[in-house]
């Protein structure tokens, strides 16, 4: 099992340019998210689905849009990049709790990210 | 909704010797507690974690935390440290039901001595 995949690994983007964070995950899991890591804020969290079709917003969802089309993928999309977003962000996936919760998450090897 | 302190930003401590890493939580339901740990320039990777059962958890290299729900804390403990433990920990919370919203600290830094 590759476990939880990222693409690419670094990106330099200028303020207005918009791309996509690319997360895979071969594990069948139904819960993926989407966090940013900063210096002395811990990860916050992004964006999150618990299924194919199912996303919904997290902490600090501005300035990112997210689909699920299927079980195994969860792009990140940046709409308009600005300096705020230079950050290394991380993609995770974890099973479902049948009390509709998230247990142990399992992280990728992270995007760093510099916008200009 | 829940909430995660981690009041120690960074920990000096010197190989061999014990360290105990804070994190208190604020949560108005029950919750699912973990530790990660962040190796540099690496993702993070679950250290133990408290689902239900024995407040005593323990990780296979020998890291321990203990659940307390009176005082809403989940501290991690080591009685003796290796230069190999020198990473960041966060403590993470996740309500039972019906949420999937996992908050995270803002970490430790374990710095770890010769």
């Known amino acids: 099992n590759a476990g939880v995949t990222q693409t690419p690994k670094f990106q330099v983007l200028k303020t207005g340019q918009s791309m996509t964070l690319q997360c895979a995950q071969d594990?069948?899991?139904?819960?993926m998210s989407w966090y940013r890591q900063d210096p002395g804020m811990g990860l916050r969290l992004i964006h999150y689905s618990v299924g194919a079709g199912i996303t919904d917003q997290g902490e600090v969802p501005n300035g990112y849009n997210v689909s699920r089309s299927t079980t195994e993928d969860f792009p990140l999309r940046l709409l308009s990049a600005a300096p705020s977003q230079t950050s290394v962000y991380f993609c995770?996936?974890?099973?479902?709790?049948?009390?509709?919760?998230?247990?142990?998450?399992?992280f990728g090897p992270g995007t760093r990210l510099t916008v200009l | 909704a829940q909430s995660v302190t981690q009041l120690d930003s960074q920990v000096p401590v010197f190989e061999e010797a014990p360290v105990e890493l804070r994190c208190n939580y604020s949560s108005s339901v029950s919750v699912y507690l973990f530790w990660y740990v962040q190796y540099p320039n690496q993702g993070l990777q679950l250290l133990l974690k408290?689902?239900?059962?024995?407040?005593l958890v323990e990780s296979i290299n020998g890291f321990e935390a203990e659940f307390n729900k009176s005082q809403t804390s989940f501290h991690l403990r080591k009685p003796s440290v290796h230069i190999s433990d020198t990473a960041e920990y966060f403590c993470a919370v996740i309500g039972r039901w019906g949420t999937y919203k996992y908050i995270f600290g803002t970490g430790t830094r374990l710095k770890v001595l010769a």
């Open positions: 408290y689902l239900s059962g024995s407040t």
């Open positions: 594990m069948n899991h139904e819960y």
């Open positions: 995770a996936s974890s099973y479902r709790t049948s009390g509709r919760s998230a247990d142990t998450q399992y």
